[in-house]
């Protein structure tokens, strides 16, 4: 059974840090995504990262203020997030790619499975 579970989300000022984790049950060897989606926008993607860890992507607007890692062992997707912005708040989701070619998608139909999603508020 396929289960994504994220945790870390919270309240913090701008400019702090967060890191929230993603641990995933079921399946191993898979693309996983972090996307997020605020109140009355549609979900749009944060950053991916191929199973191996070595080849990341990120978008524009979060590009040098958050990193994606994994960590193999623990079969758990990392999202460090500093310089938070007030922009950044929203609801953080991870999701998984099942397809056999790493590629680093940025649609969310591009995804298989999805995590339930963990509140990330920046206050100004």
């Known amino acids: 059974q396929v289960q994504l579970v994220e945790s870390g989300g919270g309240l913090v000022q701008a400019g702090g840090s967060l890191r929230l984790s993603c641990a995933a049950s079921?399946?191993?060897?898979?693309?996983m995504g972090w996307f997020r989606q605020a109140p009355g926008k549609e979900r749009e993607f944060v950053a991916a990262?191929?199973?191996?860890?070595?080849?990341?992507r990120y978008a524009d607007s979060v590009k040098g203020r958050f990193t994606t890692s994994r960590d193999g062992a623990k079969n758990t997707v990392y999202l460090q997030m500093n310089s938070l912005k007030p922009e950044d708040t929203a609801v953080y989701y991870c999701a998984a790619d099942l397809g056999t070619i790493p590629l680093l998608k940025t649609t969310p139909a591009g995804y298989d499975y999805w995590g339930q999603g963990t509140q990330v508020t920046v206050s100004s």
């Open positions: 079921g399946f191993r060897y898979y693309t």
């Open positions: 990262i191929t199973w191996s860890g070595g080849t990341t």
